[in-house]
């Protein structure tokens, strides 16, 4: 009867750790969709240190986290929107994953816009698109260099670039988009050129166009809009 005893009581306890759910804090966490910056116009990978950092603190690891560095005076359809194309393929190939999460400021989100729209594999790449402080129906301001800087005409309201994203659907696909504004952005004339129609539009409140870089709710609404 000892022996039975000896060999039953392993045996149920096996039984019961197979039928039973394993605590939540054992599971494996889902893998997250990688995050890639695209940075805005005379900037570079350095502006999303703050964001980076909070999206840290809700547990993305480094290896999910890309920015994207590139020469911010040249050509959004001819030369930007492609090489952000081989960017996301390399990191999808680098992570394994199927989809990018593409998160930019200002000018950068003209280059990711056309990257979504008009690149083949940019709808079923591309998960969540958000735009901060994006020239996304193209700002005054951009004249003041549209003389020599190919980059500032792409942002001139009635330019070549700006009518084609305007044309059809401004938000295509199945991708989720979502902008934030701010009704003080010294850059962004007028302050409505930044919502898109079937976006969601988030008003920032008064903050300067780069402030929206580093703003605590800005970046709160933006982790939380990941996750949707």
Known sequence: MSRLRVWIVPLCAAVVSVLLPAPAGAREAAP???????????????????????????????GEL??????THRSVNEVLSGELAAYVADVKRRTGASRVDLVAHSFGSLVSRWYVKFDAAGPSSVAHWISLAGP????????????????????????????????????????RYATWWSNCDEVINPDGSVPLAGAENNAAGCLDHNALLGDDGVSGGVRAFLRT
């Open 136 to 175: 996304n129906h193209g700002t005054g301001t951009a004249w003041a260099c549209a003389l020599w800087d190919q980059a500032c005409r792409d942002m001139t309201p009635g330019s070549y670039v700006q009518k084609r994203l305007a044309e059809g659907d401004e938000t295509p696909g199945a991708v």
């Open 66 to 71: 890309f920015s994207f560095g590139y020469d």
């Open 32 to 62: 997250r969709i990688p995050v890639v910056f695209v940075h805005g116009y005379n900037a570079d990978p350095g502006v999303w240190g703050g964001l980076r950092e909070d999206l840290r603190a809700d547990g993305y690891g480094d």
